[in-house]
């Protein structure tokens, strides 16, 4: 089997440490690994698969290497710096910050819904945000067989989607210190508050959520959305009210749900079986219940879902788009 050379940018933080685990759990075929981050990281060792990597800084040169993919999850940032310079050297970047995601040119990916996008790349493939990526996986499904007219999401984030910098302030908290990260305390509280606010009264989450969903569904889909962040570490949670064009059975729903890839479907109210952020916790599926219909409007219904942010919302959906592209390689230079 062919092997390939990939490098981890942000490979201390905590997506880049599950980059790490999920390559080697899903056995990617990994001939070098290049370990990159600031230079407060340089010289660090880091064990992959009973070896030690040394942690390179990240700089202009990183990439002149025979490098095939680089996983980046550094901040918006160093992505919008350094992707560009690695793809002007054949490097293909999947990168997990939200700096290149809207752009017409970048593909926006999740594997289970629209694969077949990942080649119209011209060097850069974004990772869509967490809670779009555990969304948009039981939505194609049910867009094609009843065309959806309006999403109305509700979410309850972790804070592990801030880095370790979020679990310091929650773990801060709970001991009674003050927090670093968030505007307020999260122990004990939910911030409606991700990220910053916008012009339109959204937060730039929200702004995420909608704008992101339209380009991996469909453009003239409405969609609208509420993100909180609330005093869980890991999975975020999303309730979902979808309003359709066609009518459906909840029965056929249910089936038509667990009949997509990567999602299972919990969901016995009878023996108090639903979804939870415990539960999904070191998972790469996206996990759906509470199936009900929405009796306020014609052809409405509700969906809970949870997924682990770090692992399908982060790094394992990173990984599976590397995996999508080697699939596709056959043997050639993957770009270029
Ligand atoms: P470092 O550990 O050296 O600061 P998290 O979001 O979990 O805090 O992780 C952020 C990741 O991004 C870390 O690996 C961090 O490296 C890396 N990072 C942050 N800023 C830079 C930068 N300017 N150049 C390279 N890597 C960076």
């Known amino acids: ?15 880049g440490q599950t980059f790490l685990q999920v390559l080697e759990e899903r056995k990617f075929p990994i001939k070098n690994l290049y370990l990159m981050a600031s230079s407060r990281s340089a010289g660090k060792k880091i064990n992959f698969m009973g070896k030690d990597i040394v942690v390179e800084e990240l700089n202009e040169s990183s990439f002149d290497k025979d490098i095939d993919i680089a996983l980046f999850s550094a901040g918006g940032d160093t ?35 629209n694969p077949g996008a990942v080649f119209n790349h011209k060097g850069i493939i974004a990772n869509p945000n967490c809670s779009t990526i555990q969304s ?5 499904v049910l867009d094609e067989k009843y065309k959806i007219k309006r999403i109305v999401y509700s979410t309850y984030q972790a804070v592990s989607g801030s880095g370790l910098a979020g679990i310091k302030d929650l773990e801060n908290g709970l001991a009674g210190k003050p927090v670093e990260n968030y505007p307020y305390q999260i122990a004990g509280n939910c911030l409606p508050h991700i990220d910053v606010f916008l012009e339109n009264g959204n937060t730039k989450e929200e702004q995420k959520m909608i704008d992101e969903t339209k380009k991996i569904l469909r453009a003239d889909v409405k969609v609208t959305a509420t993100c909180v962040r609330v005093p869980v570490l890991h999975s975020h949670s999303v309730s979902m009210n979808i309003e359709f064009e066609k009518e459906f059975d909840v029965e056929e729903v249910k089936k038509d749900l667990a009949s997509v890839k990567g999602l299972i479907v919990e969901d016995d109210v009878k023996n108090n079986i639903y979804p939870m952020a415990i539960n999904s916790k070191g998972k790469d599926e996206v996990f759906v219940g509470r199936i009900r219909r929405d009796q306020s409007l014609d052809n409405g219904l509700n969906l809970w879902v949870v997924a682990d942010n770090i692992r399908k919302g982060a790094a394992t959906n990173t990984i599976q788009i590397a995996e999508l592209l080697i699939a596709e390689d056959k043997g050639r230079k993957l770009w270029k």
Do not use: C, H, Q, W
């Not at 089997?1 to 997506?15: E, F, H, P, Q, S």
């Open 136 to 140: 948009v996986v039981p939505l194609r």
């Open 1 to 15: 089997m062919k092997k390939y050379n990939i490098a981890i940018v942000g490979a201390t933080g905590l997506v």
């Open 79 to 113: 992505s919008k710096k350094f992707s560009p310079i690695a793809a002007s050297k054949g490097v293909i970047v999947v990168d997990n910050s939200s700096a290149f995601r809207m752009d017409d040119e970048v593909p926006l990916i999740v594997p289970e819904v």
